[in-house]
């Protein structure tokens, strides 16, 4: 996957077009399982720990619970620095 777009698009299973913490949960206990979050594996509840997380990061534009494009590609900026 090269582009946020990709993966925003990869994240938004549903394809309405947000994605929203149940997707986000389901991406981050898949990096989780893939072994890509660290040595030691996150248990379920740090998984929905961090998926919060980046919710409250991102969802900055209309803080609705579920993120545009635009909402996720400036939390990614900000998470990535
Ligand atoms: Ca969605």
Do not use: W, Y
């Amino acid at each position: 996957m090269s582009n946020l777009r990709e993966i925003f698009d990869a994240i938004d299973t549903d394809h309405n077009g947000f994605v929203d913490k149940k997707e986000l949960t389901t991406v981050v206990r898949a990096c989780n399982e893939a072994g890509m979050l660290g040595d030691k594996p996150l248990s379920e509840s740090e998984v929905e720990k961090m998926a919060g997380e980046i919710m409250d990061i991102c969802d900055k534009g209309t803080p609705d619970g579920k993120l545009t494009f635009e909402e996720f590609q400036e939390g990614m900026k900000k998470i990535t620095k």
